[in-house]
């Protein structure tokens, strides 16, 4: 399979949609990671709990798809696959992409210094043992990043799947009872601000750093 050139950043109305999701995606990270360094709103604990609350019989299937839909394993996995099926250039968007995010996510956790929901709450359903910081979601970030740098490379029939995906993986995480609503919105902002900026980047620096 040759690679497939991807041209959907340099098309001027694409370009105006990917400037549009960086600045909604920045500003709402910024909301977030206010809000989320104070303390746990009342909105977002009914939320978490109302998942968090849902039947231990789907404890399996949440736990594969944060597994395979937003761990670092699944991260390196897309990476593989795409070099291993000669799309280099898509490797290597997705392998920086993936870097850079998990970097910044790795930053903001210790900016913002949140808890995670069973270091701040009690009678919830821990479902999965995780430590360190809970803002922004390391998961959240990786499965938005993957999908959507994926996403113009799917046939249209098939790009329902990206949203899907970020959606079963930010409802994983809350279900498993390891982020709360704030740090998988930040996680999924992280993730867009990351795609955004690679295909708004000025053509030369794309070209310098073999990202077009």
Same mark, same amino acid.
């Given at each position: ?69 937003? =761990?670092?394993? *699944?991260?390196?996995?897309? !990476? $593989?696959?795409?070099?291993? @099926? ?5 490797? +290597? %968007? ?42 922004? =979601?390391?998961? *959240?970030?990786?499965?938005? !990043? $993957?999908?959507?740098?994926? @996403? ?5 029939? +098939? %790009? ?53």
């Amino acid at each position: 399979m040759k690679p497939k050139p991807d041209a959907t950043p340099y098309i001027p109305g694409h370009r105006k949609w990917y400037i549009a999701g960086f600045i909604v995606a920045l500003l709402l990270l910024a909301w977030a990671s206010v809000f989320a360094h104070q303390t746990v709103a009342g909105w977002e604990s009914r939320l978490f709990t109302d998942i968090n609350n849902w039947p231990d019989k789907l404890r399996q299937f949440f736990v594969v798809v944060s597994l395979v839909g937003g =761990s670092v394993w *699944a991260a390196a996995g897309a !990476v $593989v696959v795409t070099f291993f @099926l000669k799309m280099y250039r898509l490797c +290597w %968007r997705m392998a920086v992409t993936i870097f850079g995010a998990y970097a910044a996510a790795y930053l903001l956790k210790h900016f913002v210094g949140r808890g995670r929901p069973g270091a701040l709450m009690t009678h919830i359903h821990v479902r999965a043992v995780e430590t360190g910081m809970g803002f922004p =979601s390391g998961h *959240a970030t990786i499965a938005t !990043v $993957v999908s959507l740098t994926l @996403l113009p490379y799917l046939p249209v029939r +098939w %790009r329902w799947i990206p949203p899907v995906w970020i959606v079963l993986v930010v409802l994983s995480r809350l279900y498993l009872g390891v982020h709360f609503p704030l740090d998988v919105l930040g996680g999924v902002c992280v993730g867009v601000l990351a795609v955004a900026f690679i295909r708004i980047m000025p053509h030369p620096l794309r070209v310098f750093f073999r990202l077009d």
